[in-house]
């Protein structure tokens, strides 16, 4: 199974949430968790991997071979991210709008364009208490997240339980993470701020097909509209951790709360048992 940890805005506690649930599971079943958090991968803060392997992650870029180039401007037209121009008799290739999709070397009529790799970011895996950890880190100044994500997803191993940490937001490399999850868990605080992303958060998990249920983190320091929401939309509010000066202080020191606080590993375990129970009905 396939368990994406999200959420509609950065610092609701998603990776307190995906860690925490990762650990309480660690001697139930074997476990993957992939940080797919590219942008600023933070899940090895809290696992503590020992990383055994690190690889590059590349796309492939096109490179003009001038003297068979006729100017026929074919590859402009079919990219679709604008990434490559033709005027009169030059071509113009702009490697940081360009997703390495192929399409412009594959449709040049005249075998003008020829492919090399450029780094867009790296993969490291690990592990850590019996856990195999995954993480992309995207190359700083590099806006292409969603090749990083597909590199880590490619790693994932169906026979293991899979928790991926997913950025914040609704992005594209949101939706690269979340798509292909059999659940997604949405964290959330009881705010206005946090009730408005939740909803945008819903829409997506929603159009994606995947069912969802909500983690309300810092509950009891906002108003009861987050609960309210999720009621008229029958969605299963599955947690609530309350706001806590100890909590807090165990997040700031990378120790999740069910190392912290051992306690929670039960509140940790329902969860699962939750989310199991809600994918299969659905599948069912
Ligand atoms: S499609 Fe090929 S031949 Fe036509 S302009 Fe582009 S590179 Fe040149
Ligand atoms: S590889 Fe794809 S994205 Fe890049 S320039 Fe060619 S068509 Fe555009």
Redesign the pocket.
Same mark, same amino acid.
């Given at each position: 199974m396939i368990i994406a940890v999200a959420s509609g805005k950065g610092g609701t506690g998603k990776t307190l949430v995906a860690t925490s649930l990762a650990l309480s599971l660690e001697n139930k079943k074997p476990v993957q968790l992939l940080d797919c958090d590219v942008e600023e991968p933070n899940a090895y803060i809290f696992i503590k991997p020992s990383f055994s392997h690190k690889e590059t992650v590349t796309i492939p870029i096109?490179q %003009?071979v001038e003297k068979?180039?006729?100017?026929?401007?074919?590859?402009?037209e079919v990219c679709a991210y604008n990434a490559?121009a @033709?005027f009169l008799k030059i @071509?113009l290739i702009f490697p940081e709008l360009c997703h390495g999709c192929g399409a412009?070397s594959y %449709?040049?009529?005249?075998?003008? %364009?020829s492919e090399v790799n450029k780094e867009v970011g790296i993969l490291e895996i690990g592990c850590s208490k019996g856990i195999e950890f995954i993480q992309g880190e995207l190359t700083i100044g590099e806006a292409m997240a969603p090749p990083v994500i597909k590199e880590v997803k490619r790693h994932i191993n169906q026979e293991k339980l899979i928790i991926i940490d997913v950025a914040p937001g609704i992005s594209c490399p949101v939706v690269e993470a979340v798509k292909g999850s059999d659940f997604c868990l949405l964290v959330t605080e009881p705010t206005p701020f946090g009730l408005n992303d939740l909803a945008l958060a819903v829409d997506m998990v929603n159009k994606l097909n995947i069912p969802c249920g909500v983690v309300i983190n810092r509950d009891g320091a906002g108003d009861s509209k987050v609960e309210e929401y999720c009621r008229k939309e029958g969605i299963p509010v599955l947690l609530r951790i309350p706001l806590d000066i100890e909590i807090a202080r165990l997040y700031s020191r990378g120790i999740t709360l069910v190392e912290g606080i051992p306690q929670w590993q039960e509140a940790f375990l329902s969860l699962y048992n939750d989310i199991e129970q809600i994918a299969h009905q659905t599948q069912g």
């Open positions: 096109p %003009l068979r180039c006729t100017y026929c401007g074919k590859c402009a490559i @033709v @071509v412009c %449709l040049c009529p005249e075998d003008a %364009l």
